[in-house]
Antibody, heavy 114, light 107 residues
Framework: QIQLVQSGPELKKPGETVKISCKASGYTFTNYGMNWVKQAPGKGLKWMGWINTNTGEPTYAEEFKGRFAFSLETSASTAYLQINNLKNEDTATYFC???????WGQGTTLTVSS | DILLTQSPAILSVSPGERVSFSCRASQSIGTSIHWYQQRTNGSPRLLIKYASESISGIPSRFSGSGSGTDFTLSINSVESEDIADYYCQQSNSWPTTFGSGTKLEIK
């Protein structure tokens, strides 16, 4: 069965870097792009962008250009979200979701606090 | 960006009742609207795609309708397991955007 399994919760300080993983199984990884979605505490869903799992080309929503980076480890069917220079407002749950948003990871909770 | 307005913010219904969720787009998007359910501490789950297309494994009590700017998700006979937040999403224009959600409460 198709699964997206994300890495565990993270507690970081402002200015640090975090890298969240999303491991796919049950389908051909390179056939479907991967989306990343942010959900701040008590808030709705915000699309961050997606990565073409065939070419590795990322596309970022305007708000997420600069400190955010999508990457792949195709041999491991894994997509990554890296956030640099963390800020308090990055505190959120981050989801990966397959191309058509038909399958989602379980979410990774990131807390940024000094 | 296309703004999706969901109303009301909270819906409260009794088990067995029919409930409808509204999603209004800031401009015409054809039928490029999709609906998700998110239970507490859970991941979003795709319920309906392209306004009215059913998804395998989703109970038949969920249905969708609408086109242009006004869309509706309906639950035919609400069950306690339907307690969740419901979001609409548009994929007509880049970037894809989500509505702010409607919380379903059971009386």
């Amino acid at each position: 069965q198709i699964q997206l399994v994300q890495s565990g919760p993270e507690l970081k300080k402002p200015g640090e870097t975090v890298k969240i993983s999303c491991k796919a199984s049950g389908y051909t990884f390179t056939n479907y792009g991967m989306n990343w979605v942010k959900q701040a505490p008590g808030k709705g869903l915000k699309w961050m962008g997606w990565i073409n799992t065939n070419t590795g080309e990322p596309t970022y929503a305007e708000e997420f250009k600069g400190r955010f980076a999508f990457s792949l480890e195709t041999s491991a069917s894994t997509a990554y979200l890296q956030i640099n220079n963390l800020k308090n407002e990055d505190t959120a749950t981050y989801f990966c979701a397959r191309r058509d948003f038909d399958y989602w990871g379980q979410g990774t909770t990131l807390t940024v606090s000094s | 960006d296309i703004l999706l307005t969901q109303s009301p913010a909270i819906l409260s219904v009794s088990p067995g009742e029919r409930v409808s969720f509204s999603c209004r787009a800031s401009q015409s998007i054809g039928t490029s609207i999709h609906w998700y359910q998110q239970r507490t501490n859970g991941s979003p789950r795709l319920l309906i795609k392209y306004a009215s297309e059913s998804i395998s494994g989703i109970p038949s009590r969920f249905s969708g309708s609408g086109s242009g700017t006004d869309f509706t998700l309906s639950i035919n006979s609400v069950e306690s397991e339907d307690i969740a937040d419901y979001y609409c999403q548009q994929s007509n224009s880049w970037p894809t955007t989500f509505g702010s959600g409607t919380k379903l409460e059971i009386k």
